[in-house]
């Protein structure tokens, strides 16, 4: 069980799981601008994997293992060359899809990106006059010379380097070569419209646009060469907690060092010389691995422009409207009282995040609610639930707000709606020293006609209205007594360190939630080995805690079928014989990004079924504040085994296999469990039930509809056979 290859590295998993979404923008089935999105998700993922995890891999030793919590043994060295492989691999792919299909395809369409030199006549005319009044004033040229040092890159913005030969010598003493560094200022559009109409819209790059009016800038010297390039640089940061007074003012001085992270990579525009590369790169500490000659567009995340353009709807996926969740269309605008006739399931962003929004606000409002605690993680730019929070600090009811200042990249968002609560009278905390509260939870605590109650949020997504439209996750609202205390003890742990004897219906990490999963894995062994029904279906973004892995070989090894849908990172390898023969691992992208947490046993025939916020990663289990809950209403618990987890067993239409090999291979079918989710939120009846496990025969029955999953292909594979 530690041998080395029975692992999956995880850098390498998540290269493939990029690579995954990369193949979302090769599909041909899917409209343009959906394909022209996934190539924009595809960097900006890029971005993040270098930022975080390349990064932390250039400050070990080339002879260290790379990513220990992998198991996998391969070292930093090796480990950085692969990456580097892959990704030049990767990126040329991208470029070239954008360059043969995607752009062509919108041109077509009427969407073109021109060069400058097809700008012409009256075109050209508002071209120009948009430079002069709108770019012009904002350039700042630098040369770089004794006088002129290198000016400080920023992460990720885009630069023009320009090699200038002297044409006149005027009355200013001036080389007669030298290198020029012109940013592309980040606050204007990175497209200038050309013609824009109906039907017709055409843009030049900024870039570009810049770069054809260098003599402008540079008057008296004669352009040699432009190149356009872009630097990323390490955005992480450790916080040592322990010797910090003030949290909050140790996050705010690492965001100012964050600015001058180390370089770990850098863009240039395909064609550069070899000098103006030399001239360029040294002044930065890179390997030539971290150079990539891109041929097109280096930032591929302002495309977003392109996407959100209004009209052009045949290229884009059928519009979907979020609908009310089903027992909240019986609700008379009173969700207390719904909430005390049973327990509401949301599946969001099939269901309206609006329920949740609803659910904080009235409580804001109504004098019969006496606190209202909550914990914030990622919650956008304009949430309204922290409009809600505030409104009731107003009221005088007792507000507690748990900001996780820690939520990478979002520190600063963080930093102002923990501020904006301060100012309303909430009180304000910042979790516990050494972890991230990563949980999702709302406590109501409520004086109703009978006694006093709680009602309690839990769920596997944040309370982000922008991503609760485009994220898969589930929620459950409840006002269950067992479960409310445990939410009460939570928030008592989270500000006052006062952890419980015992938990009575959640699981909370780092206190006990992987003993508690490889507890239910070693329970279906038992099962299987006493004859009963035993089954494990877990749904996760992540699977790469060690501990859990071998309780799950170990369950395969006992034959209890596994099956495991694993949006990104699975270090788990599937299909080895005598290790894991019995376990099925998938991963779905597609339109929505799949991002709830499922745990299924079926528990010698009384299943269990448990939500969580947590990945069974390390980092989850040892060093974040998460929460594990059950669904124990009958009605629910019955719609998450035989709609939500049948129907995503079933999608082969964006769902791929992984292989023992560690590539995935489709699944090669048209049944989109997105697409699926959308007609059952409608309404649209259909009937469904979990699938069962390989080797029994598949079967139509009236409207239920039953399959049996593929397999891993035969495939290469790592053990005894040849790659």
Same mark, same amino acid.
């Given at each position: ?55 932390? =891999? #250039? ?5 260290? %293992?790379?990513? $220990? /919590?992998?198991?996998?043994?391969? *070292?930093?060295?090796?480990? !950085? ?82 090699? =200038? #030969? ?5 009355? %200013?003493?001036? $080389? /007669?070569?030298?290198?020029?560094? *012109?940013?592309?200022?980040? !606050? ?536």
């Amino acid at each position: 069980m530690d041998d080395p290859a029975l692992f999956i590295n995880r850098e390498l998993s998540w290269l493939e799981f990029n690579r995954r979404v990369l193949e979302e923008a090769q599909d041909a089935t899917v409209p343009l601008l959906e394909r022209l999105k996934f190539l924009s998700i595809f960097s900006s993922n890029l971005d993040e994997f270098f930022m975080v995890r390349v990064a932390g =891999l #250039k400050n070990r030793e080339l002879n260290e %293992i790379g990513s $220990p /919590e992998s198991n996998d043994g391969a *070292v930093t060295g090796e480990l !950085l060359t692969e990456i580097s492989m892959r990704t030049h691999e990767l990126v040329a792919a991208q470029y070239k899809v954008l360059r043969e299909e995607v752009l062509p395809g919108l041109a077509k369409a009427g969407l073109k990106l021109v060069p400058m030199s097809e700008v012409k006549g009256t075109d050209a005319h508002g071209v120009e006059s948009y430079f002069s009044q709108q770019v012009m004033p904002v350039l700042t040229p630098m040369a770089i010379d004794p006088a002129h040092p290198f000016p400080h890159i920023q992460n990720r913005a885009l630069y023009l380097a320009v090699l =200038l #030969k002297l044409k006149i010598r005027g009355r %200013i003493r001036a $080389p /007669e070569t030298f290198l020029a560094i *012109v940013p592309i200022p980040s !606050l204007l559009p990175q497209f200038v419209p050309v013609t824009a109409g109906e039907g017709s819209d055409r843009f030049v790059l900024l870039s570009e646009l810049i770069a054809s009016h260098l003599d402008l800038m540079f008057s008296g010297y004669a352009v040699q060469e432009v190149a356009t390039f872009r630097l990323t640089r390490d955005q992480d940061f450790e916080l040592a907690e322990t010797e910090s007074e003030d949290l909050l003012k140790q996050i705010q001085s690492e965001l100012t060092k964050r600015k001058r992270g180390a370089e770990v990579r850098l863009d240039v525009s395909k064609g550069i010389s070899e000098t103006l590369q030399r001239a360029l790169t040294g002044w930065f500490e890179l390997d030539p691995g971290d150079i990539y000659e891109i041929d097109g567009p280096l930032n591929l995340g302002s495309f977003w422009a392109w996407v959100n353009l209004p009209g052009y709807q045949a290229l884009r996926d059928e519009t979907y409207q979020p609908q009310p969740p089903r027992r909240v269309r019986r609700h008379k605008g009173d969700l207390f009282s719904l909430i005390r006739q049973g327990d509401v399931l949301l599946h969001h962003p099939y269901e309206m995040f609006e329920t949740v929004t609803e659910f904080v606000e009235q409580a804001a409002k109504d004098p019969d609610v006496l606190g209202i605690k909550q914990t914030l993680y990622r919650t956008g730019r304009s949430p309204a639930i922290v409009a809600a929070l505030a409104q009731a600090a107003g009221r005088d009811k007792e507000v507690t707000a748990l900001v996780e200042l820690k939520a990478r990249f979002d520190e600063e968002a963080n930093i102002e709606w923990a501020r904006t609560l301060e100012r309303a009278g909430a009180h304000v905390v910042y979790g516990l020293v050494g972890l991230k509260t990563h949980c999702k939870v709302t406590l109501v605590v409520r004086r109703d006609a009978d006694r006093i109650r709680r009602y309690v949020h839990l769920s596997t997504g944040n309370y982000n209205p922008t991503t609760a439209k485009i994220y898969t996750d589930l929620g459950v609202i409840t006002c269950d007594d067992k479960i409310a205390e445990d939410a009460s003890s939570l928030f008592n742990m989270m500000t006052g360190y006062s952890v419980p004897p015992k938990w009575q219906r959640l699981a909370v990490a780092p206190h006990g939630m992987r003993e508690f999963v490889i507890e239910r894995i070693e329970r279906e062994i038992a099962h299987k080995e006493a004859g009963r029904d035993a089954r494990i279906i877990v749904k996760l973004n992540s699977l790469v805690d060690g501990d859990v892995i071998r309780a799950l070989y170990r369950a395969s090894r006992a034959g209890v079928p596994i099956d495991l849908i694993v949006r990104g990172i699975c270090c788990l390898r599937p299909g080895v014989p005598g290790v894991s023969e019995t376990i099925r691992v998938r991963s779905i992208i597609g339109r929505y990004l799949e991002h709830s947490r499922i745990f299924y046993v079926a528990n010698g025939g009384s299943p269990e079924v448990f939500l969580a916020s947590a990945d069974w990663m390390p980092r989850n289990f040892d060093r974040r504040v998460e929460v594990l809950f059950p669904v124990e209403d009958k009605e629910l618990k019955k719609r998450l085994i035989d709609e939500i987890l049948a129907v995503t067993l079933l999608d082969d239409a964006k769902a791929r296999i992984l292989q023992s090999d560690g590539t995935y291979v489709r699944a090669g079918g048209t049944l989109s469990s997105h697409l699926v989710f959308q007609e059952l939120a409608r309404g649209q009846d259909r009937a469904f039930q979990l699938p069962p496990v390989p080797g029994t025969a598949s079967k139509e029955t009236g409207k239920r509809k039953t399959a049996v999953l593929p397999a891993p292909g035969p495939g290469p594979t790592l053990f005894g056979t040849p790659q």
